[in-house]
């Protein structure tokens, strides 16, 4: 099963499938080791004190995405 990224409404990005091939590194290049995982929920809010990790601070700090996803071009 392919990897599939999902934008929740005012929420995290949700990230299933295979993850035993996935990658995940922060800004600094940290490597977290999902792939033991069936899913993982990253923060889009930038609250969260488990980043990446969503940690629910969305839905207390009442967080509003203008959309879910942003269309690429070209």
């Known amino acids: 099963m392919a990897v599939e990224i999902v934008a929740k409404p ?3 990005y949700v990230v299933s ?3 035993s091939q996935l990658e995940l590194r922060d800004g600094a290049g ?3 080791d999902v792939s033991g995982k069936k ?3 990253l ?3 930038g609250a969260s ?3 990446p990790f969503c940690d629910g601070q969305h839905t207390k700090i009442g967080f509003e ?10």
Do not use: H, M, S, W
Not at 65 to 74: F, N, R, W
């Open 39 to 41: 899913r993982v929920f």
């Open 65 to 74: 995405a203008a959309e879910e996803a942003v269309a690429l071009e070209g």
């Open 10 to 12: 005012n929420g995290p």
């Open 49 to 51: 004190t488990t980043k």
């Open 30 to 32: 940290n490597a977290y």
């Open 43 to 45: 923060c889009r809010c």
């Open 17 to 19: 499938g295979d993850l």
